[in-house]
Nanobody
Framework: VQLQASGGGSVQPGGSLRLSCEAS????????MAWYRQAPGKKREQVAM???????LYADSVSGRFTISRVLAKNAWYLQMNSLKPEDTAVYYC???????????WGQGTLVTVSS
């Protein structure tokens, strides 16, 4: 199973980016799909999570600015990031949880830089 994250880049404060994560090699749907981020010198933190049923959870720091969505048939999920702030600068990772296999899968990370 491979997760491919994409969509990172450099943007000015107040700008927007859309991250994508696509999984290959997995049969069926994941139970939970999420985005994490890790800023320099900080621990990795969960940013947003979406369950296969559609329920979502956001970190307080991004609630109202970021939106997570998924397309189950493609085993793909996305993170729409609006009103970006310099403190959103980090490497963003996608993660998928499979209850059936009792394991997590991680993507390789994509860098988001918010700077003027």
């Amino acid at each position: 199973v491979q997760l491919q994250a994409s969509g990172g880049g450099s943007v000015q404060p107040g700008g927007s980016l859309r991250l994508s994560c696509e999984a290959s090699g997995y049969t069926g749907s994941f139970n939970f799909m999420a985005w994490y981020r890790q800023a320099p010198g900080k621990k990795r933190e969960q940013v947003a999570m979406i369950a296969s049923g559609g329920s979502t959870l956001y970190a307080d720091s991004v609630s109202g600015r970021f939106t997570i969505s998924r397309v189950l048939a493609k085993n793909a999920w996305y993170l729409q990031m609006n009103s970006l702030k310099p403190e959103d600068t980090a490497v963003y990772y996608c993660k998928a949880e499979s209850v059936r296999e009792n394991r997590d899968y991680w993507g390789q990370g994509t860098l988001v830089t918010v700077s003027s």
